[in-house]
Each structure stands twice: as structure tokens, then as C-alpha cells.
């Protein structure tokens, strides 16, 4: 078992920062790629970042510039640097994690989510 875990979240003015992080725990062999989510009331879940094993990256385009993804593939754990917030940056942020298990499955796991407000 697998367990994916945010932290981070919280409520900062436009144009203040946060950083969030995510930890992943359990039965894992590697981690390939890693990536932030966000969702809305009445909207579907959309990619905000995802980084690759070797650290490629790619971004929605409303947040290109202002947001960076990472991760230390020693801690299992990725990160969301959020710069210059704009209110509609407002969501839950849920990570992810495509996982290979020590039993060799792979599977992709999702974290709870962390709330992130963004004050105009």
C-alpha cells in the first residue's frame, strides 16, 4: 500500500506565494512521474504540473512563470512552488504519484487534496 499525503496549503493574499509539498509513503519500489492536480466546485480535475522521474517538466499554460514543480526522488516527496497567486488559482490541490510497488504493480495514487485561497 501506498499513501500520498499534501501539505502546504492555506490562504494568502493575490499575489503572495505558498509551497506545497507531497510525500509519498509505503510499498514502493520507484516512483516515475509525479504531478499537481487542482479542482473546483462543478469543475473537472485539471493538471497544474508534472515532473518526470529525470525532472522534465510541463505546465498548464495559466501557470507558466509563476508556478514551479520539483521533486528528491530520495524523499519520495514533490513540490509546488505557487508565485504571484491570482484569485482564480483558488482550488484543491491534490498530488499524484505513478507508482511501481515492491509487489511490481503500478499503479498511479492520489493524495486527499490541501486547499489553496488566493484573497483579491
Known amino acids: 500500500q501506498v499513501q500520498l499525503v499534501e501539505s502546504g496549503g492555506g490562504l494568502v493574499q493575490a499575489g503572495g506565494s505558498l509551497r506545497l509539498s507531497c510525500a509519498a509513503s509505503?510499498?514502493?519500489?520507484?516512483?516515475?512521474?509525479m504531478g499537481w492536480y487542482r479542482q473546483t466546485p462543478g469543475k473537472q480535475r485539471e493538471l497544474v504540473a508534472r515532473?518526470?522521474?529525470?525532472?522534465?517538466?510541463n505546465y498548464a499554460d495559466s501557470v507558466k512563470g509563476r508556478f514551479t514543480i520539483s521533486r528528491d526522488n530520495a524523499k519520495n516527496t514533490v513540490y509546488l512552488q505557487m508565485n504571484s497567486l491570482k484569485p482564480e488559482d483558488t482550488a484543491v490541490y491534490y498530488c499524484?504519484?505513478?507508482?511501481?510497488?515492491?509487489?511490481?504493480?503500478?499503479?498511479?495514487?492520489w493524495g486527499p487534496g490541501t486547499q489553496v485561497t488566493a484573497s483579491s
Open positions: 509505503g510499498s514502493i519500489l520507484m516512483i516515475n512521474d
Open positions: 515532473i518526470t522521474s529525470g525532472s522534465s517538466t
Open positions: 499524484n504519484a505513478d507508482v511501481l510497488t515492491v509487489a511490481r504493480s503500478r499503479t498511479t495514487y
